[in-house]
Nanobody, 119 residues
Framework: QVQLVESGGGLVQPGGSLRLSCAAS????????MKWYRQAPGKERELVAT????????SYADSVKGRFTIYRDNAKNTVYLQMNSLKPEDTAIYYC????????????WGQGTQVTVSS
């Protein structure tokens, strides 16, 4: 059974930090590019960060550059999103997405985890 299990979301004050985790099971983790998306109420889904299969290549949305870091531990089949200096506009549901090397195959999605930044 293939699944992505996310954790680490919650309520945090502006300027605070959270680390999101996405653990994969039932897949060859090292064969997947990993991404984090987010979606706020009434807004389009936004690509936040991407990391290549080896972890050497990363990219970020302009809105989070310098504040967020994506990294992966292939030995643990887990990808992380470290979020620092959080702002109220970061409030959203965050989703983990696994993109296979074989483009003919469908990508996989986690269930989403809520991040709320508020004082």
């Amino acid at each position: 059974q293939v699944q992505l299990v996310e954790s680490g979301g919650g309520l945090v004050q502006p300027g605070g930090s959270l680390r999101l985790s996405c653990a994969a099971s039932g897949v060859a983790f090292s064969w997947y590019q990993m991404k984090w998306y987010r979606q706020a109420p009434g807004k389009e889904r936004e690509l936040v960060a991407t990391i290549g299969t080896s972890g050497l290549s990363t990219s970020y949305a302009d809105s989070v550059k310098g504040r967020f870091t994506i990294y992966r531990d292939n030995a643990k089949n887990t990808v992380y999103l470290q979020m620092n200096s959080l702002k109220p506009e970061d409030t959203a549901i965050y989703y983990c997405n696994a993109v296979p090397v074989a483009s003919r195959l469908s990508s996989l999605w986690g269930q989403g985890t809520q991040v709320t930044v508020s004082s």
